[in-house]
């Protein structure tokens, strides 16, 4: 009866150790897709966004297999519905849908661009994984309302987006609607008193520049391994401190290290499962810190081509 018992014992094991290598499997067998969206309308009249874009993806296209997405090249279109471009948005939202609806991807890295060309991935990524954690590295809420933005530009305006409230055109675009639970803004300080307001209401996590000292303790605090394995981590280059790192659109001081940031994306990638990321807003013509743009793609996961 003994030898039957460990019998028994010994299938279960061998079961749940075929489990885990087919868990194993499926994990190697991901799809990943890089995009390479400069799209400069969401920030007005930012053609060097594009221009600045472009010397990033010169230097990864031989290290990622990128997918570009030709955004719609016009200087501007109209503003409609209280938003700066608005034609130009919709076309690059579709065009982006598009690529993802045909090639399906289980994890997206993207080049931009503007931060409007998150409205896509992040949605799409939130749609397939329970509990997404979303990190956003930004010196801005990028939660106003067409309505409550001063600028009217849609680049201050996709968190508030993905979190379900904006125009409705492009609500009904976006594959889902972010849980403000599952949101962890880091190094935001320049907010517009309606972006102050929406944090509080939803009592969103936010770490300010202030607090980003020990981010590898402060996170995982937040937003608990254990139940945010997957995460999609946002990254404006203006949440680092001006005065250390100023090839941004929107340069602002009193911001986070370049250091920390490195540190925090280094644990982040070894504590959890990255299933998205952005690296958007660079401005520099003459690849000024470039080389420092570069080092932050190394947590995107390299495959062979």
């Known amino acids: 009866m003994a030898s039957e018992d460990k019998r028994k014992e010994q299938n279960l094991i061998n079961k749940l150790l075929k ?21 400069w309308q969401g920030a007005g009249s930012a053609y060097i966004i594009k221009s600045s874009a472009d010397l990033i993806y010169n230097v990864l296209k031989g290290k990622f297999d990128f997918t570009h997405l030709n955004p719609d090249e016009s200087e501007k279109s109209e503003t409609k ?6 034609s130009i948005i919709l076309n690059n939202l579709n065009t982006a849908k598009n690529i993802l609806n ?41 939660l106003n309302t067409p309505e409550s933005s001063p600028g009217k530009n849609f680049h201050g305006m996709p968190l508030r987006t993905l979190l379900g409230e904006g125009d409705k055109t492009i609500l009904n675009l976006a594959y889902s609607e972010l849980n403000p639970e599952n949101v962890l803004l880091i190094g935001q300080r320049d907010l517009d008193e309606p972006e102050i307001k929406f944090i509080k209401d939803k ?24 139940k945010y394995k997957y995460l999609y981590i946002h990254l404006d280059l203006d949440v680092i401190d001006s005065d250390e790192f100023s090839t941004v659109y929107y340069p602002s001081r009193n911001g986070i ?6 540190e925090s994306l280094e644990f982040m990638s070894k504590t959890y499962e990255i299933a998205g990321g952005s690296l958007l807003e660079y401005c ?16 995107w996961p390299e495959l062979s081509r």
Not at 257 to 262: D, E
Request: net charge negative.
């Open 19 to 39: 489990i885990q290598n087919i868990e194993k499997r499926c994990i190697n067998f991901m799809k990943t897709s890089y995009l390479y969206f400069p799209q």
């Open 81 to 86: 519905n209280q938003i700066n471009n608005y």
């Open 284 to 299: 520099s013509l003459s690849g000024e810190n470039l080389d420092r743009v570069i080092k932050l793609t190394d947590f």
């Open 257 to 262: 290290s370049y250091k920390k940031l490195v």
């Open 203 to 226: 009592n969103i996590k936010m770490i300010i520049p202030s607090d980003t000292q020990e981010l590898t303790e402060s996170i995982p605090k937040l937003l608990n391994p254990e």
């Open 102 to 142: 045909e090639t399906k991807p289980d994890k997206i890295f993207s080049l931009g661009g503007d931060c409007g060309i998150e409205i896509a991935p992040v949605s799409y990524l939130n749609n397939i994984y329970e509990n997404l954690g979303v990190i956003w590295f930004d010196a801005h809420g990028d």
